[in-house]
């Protein structure tokens, strides 16, 4: 008698190659963009790295993820630099506070230009961005591991995505 779960192969809960592209897209923008154009930078090189990831997966949306990631970057650390956040290196509690602001505000902007009707449950990413920036910002880790954190967090979540899209939306 022949067992119909052993008659297919199973296929893995992640596929490792997208998120170790995905990790690795987001902590080489983080640390390129923050030695050659300081915090303000961060975020167009951070769009363009994981831009080269989404490329393959998301032709038709994914040159719009730059501009999403620069913007919501760049309103999130006008919100450093004019006092509206406190900055995330003064404390846990403001860390994760601001971590939590800029992953709300960079997640919604790349929900709205790419994300949105792409996926189903892509509001997820919202959350996901809130979660991954306010440990990524808390400072128990340090800002040099910034990009990872955020990278490692997020790229389960785009893998998850890309699983359960229909074939047309992803390339």
Not at 7 to 29: K, M, N, R, Y
Not at 140 to 160: E, H, M, R, S, Y
């Amino acid at each position: 008698m022949s067992n119909s779960n052993t008659d297919q192969p199973s296929s893995p809960l992640i596929e490792w190659g997208l998120w170790f592209q995905w990790v690795l897209a987001t902590t080489l923008g983080w640390i390129l963009g923050l030695l050659f154009f300081g915090e303000i930078g961060i975020g167009v090189v951070v769009g363009l790295t994981q831009w080269w990831v989404l490329r393959g997966i998301i032709p038709e949306r994914a040159n719009w993820w730059i501009w999403a990631s620069t913007i919501g970057w760049l309103i999130g650390w006008l919100m450093f630099a004019t006092g509206i956040l406190p900055p995330p290196e003064s404390g846990l509690n403001d860390g994760l506070v601001a971590g939590a602001a800029v992953g709300a505000i960079i997640g919604m902007a790349q929900w709205l230009f790419v994300f949105r009707n792409l996926f189903d449950l892509s509001i997820w990413w919202i959350p996901i961005s809130v979660a991954a920036w306010s440990v990524a910002l808390s400072g128990v880790l340090g800002w040099t591991v910034t990009g990872t954190v955020v990278g490692a967090v997020t790229g389960f979540l785009i893998d998850w995505f890309v699983r359960h899209a229909d074939d047309e939306v992803v390339g």
